[in-house]
């Protein structure tokens, strides 16, 4: 048996215990948690084969009393014998991609980005927001398949652009490649087709909460869109970091929302708070050039599943629904390169240079951090991809 | 062992053999082929495992070689010696989705379409397609977890809408409920992550054709769309047809697609005809109201597969992409009911009463029939749907 050292302060102690799948040489990707810089088998640790599989899917799937059952199981067993054989060193092991992802969808639920946007995108136009945007959680569905685990490296995306001096459309490497920093919650439960789900009832749906890079290629975006929504431009890849904070941990993350007015129809109403402090940060090459505060959101994650679901489509285990970019109110806190340099006419300095869109060799990643039980501060880990040329 | 009769000018005759999923009371869903009005069991006629999941996914895996051996095959065993036990009657059986959806993209391949949609919906805009319409195949992704196969009720959505006189959004059951009339495109094999497909290699990626209808709240929709496309007013159901098409089959029934100018750029450029002489009709309550041809569409699945990997992301067996809804010159060739009814304002008559949009109780088939090998005249079957109250 082990004792599991986790030092002072750590963002990994028992209050967070967010779930991964990793693996070691020779054997199958198994789900883990995390503890201090280990990583504990959890199908050891509880001799539970649902955690013998390569996603969380399947432990996901038993439901939220499960999920409470097993987090109070780990928090115990953790502290007094942890076989040998479950524990790993972080640093010896590969993370994979926690969870299969079913339907993913983006939300645009930050007001200070929609409007930032509305003016980048709509100059002419005298609202920068759309006149749905206070009434419904606006999102949209992406891709899948390009849903990456953090430290893939991120192929510059090719596709149509046509500048406002370009007569025809021209072809080529994206030159305003972006990224979008935000949240992604994972739905463990879902419903059934023609059924909904209350927002009231959302906390018994989401499993947990990962950080999101949804990579933007701006120029290929801003053509593309009309009238159908974004497509080429953001389907080429998202990261996520290869830990689920478990929405049981962000308890004491809690906050209100900013207050909704005009009201919002009841089906988007909530109870409880379902703001969440939580304070992100975007490092460019290992510089911090932004921090955006999640609890500045509009729209909680409880309206967006509620919205989601409310015309009858179904939901199902590894959902994802993101939050759109986070942007905070201070030009500092903006979660997208696209607003932080004003469309490119405002450049920040990285590491002396000035700097709009991503070059090849760049280096984002996204932290977070937030409070949880006790007094604890506990962490996201990090969602880090580095942007390649096309071979 | 069993001769199998089929009647002369059948549609499922040896030119056609399109693959399905199908059940007997007490049996797992497995794999069979249609032949006239019987199912043949695929695992047992071949002795061939693959066959006896229940989704297409691990045939499609294997890819295009395999999928011609496996026509072939079939052509000859089932002229041959077909064990008795592989063959069930039609009527016996269940049909069920006949893959696992993967990613669903759903295209606007139809200039008449999207011109009608334009006109009806920016009626105030000079020109009716986008600027980028005639440049790249525009397209946007939706929710693949509401698609099911055809005979499954569609309850009617409630969601958000706002009309001209109304003040604030109200909520309630959607009063503008629509069909689209599309083809589905299966895509069999796929490209890893930044890589693209070629148009010229399409044929090789894409398994086969389902009828495909896209059931949409016309209302929802009109509020919600900007600036990021359609959601809620598509994602609460589209159905499939429970027969897919080998695109080995519709060989006889390429066309060349209209002239495409202004000239596409190179990537969407194509050596073989990729237009596809399917005739569909639109069934509502047992009357044709409608014959959209899809020899009209101007952009081409060949196109759009290229269109969708050429920034990179890849595709997955399973991936189901859609022409959008396919309408033709004339009125009585329109898919959807808000082009054929000229958005509510020209009432069809079916049964002898003026109709616009679905109420409970309809019904809806989507048929198909194209030209096959050596004179024979293939179906696509049905997608059958019925409209229902939320309970």
Chains 1, 2 share one sequence.
Not at 234 to 255: D, G, I, M, N, Q
Not at 263 to 276: K, T
């Amino acid at each position: 048996m082990t004792s599991i050292s986790i030092s002072e302060g750590s963002l990994f102690g028992l209050a967070n215990l967010p779930y991964g799948v990793y693996s070691v040489p020779g054997q199958d990707p198994r789900v883990g948690v995390r503890l201090g810089e280990h990583v504990v088998d959890l199908a050891l640790l509880l001799g539970d084969d649902v955690f013998a599989a390569g996603s969380l899917n399947p432990f996901m799937a038993q439901g939220h009393e499960r999920w409470v059952e097993v987090r109070g199981a780990i928090t115990e067993r953790i502290q007094r014998d942890v076989p040998d054989e479950a524990v790993h060193e972080l640093r010896d092991v590969t993370l994979h991609l926690p969870f299969e992802v079913a339907d993913y969808v983006d939300f645009y639920a930050s007001e200070h980005h929609a409007a930032n946007l509305g003016r980048l995108f709509r100059p002419e136009a005298a609202e920068p927001l759309m006149p749905n945007w206070k009434h419904l959680p606006v999102g949209y569905h992406g891709r899948s398949s390009s849903i990456v685990v953090s430290g893939t490296e991120i192929v510059r995306p090719s596709g149509q652009r046509k500048g406002p001096g370009d007569e025809v459309p021209v072809f080529g490497p994206s030159v305003r490649l972006d990224i979008e920093a935000e949240l992604g919650f994972v739905v463990g439960t879902g419903n059934a087709m023609g059924t909904s789900i209350p927002a009231d009832e959302a906390e018994r749906h989401i499993f947990g909460v990962v950080l999101f890079n949804d990579w933007s290629a701006r120029d290929i975006q801003a053509w593309e869109y009309v009238p159908l929504g974004p497509n080429l431009g953001k389907s080429f890849a998202s990261t996520v970091s290869p830990w689920v904070v478990p929405l049981l941990a962000l308890e004491a993350a809690r906050v209100p929302t900013p207050t909704q007015e005009p009201a919002v129809l009841p089906y988007l109403q909530m109870q409880r708070p379902w703001g969440l402090d939580i304070a992100v940060e975007v490092e460019w090459n290992g510089q911090v050039v932004s921090r955006p505060p999640y609890a500045a959101m509009y729209w909680s994650p409880a309206q967006m599943l509620a919205h989601q679901t409310v015309n009858g489509a179904p939901s199902r285990t590894g959902d994802l629904f993101a939050s759109g970019t986070i942007s905070g109110p201070a030009k500092d806190q903006r979660g997208a390169f696209i607003e932080l340099t004003w469309g490119g006419t405002e450049p920040v300095e990285v590491n002396g240079a000035p700097r709009t869109f991503l070059e090849d060799g760049d280096e984002i990643v996204l932290s977070a951090t937030a409070p949880g039980a006790d007094g604890a501060r506990i962490g996201f880990g990090e969602a880090r991809g580095r942007i390649v040329a096309k071979a």
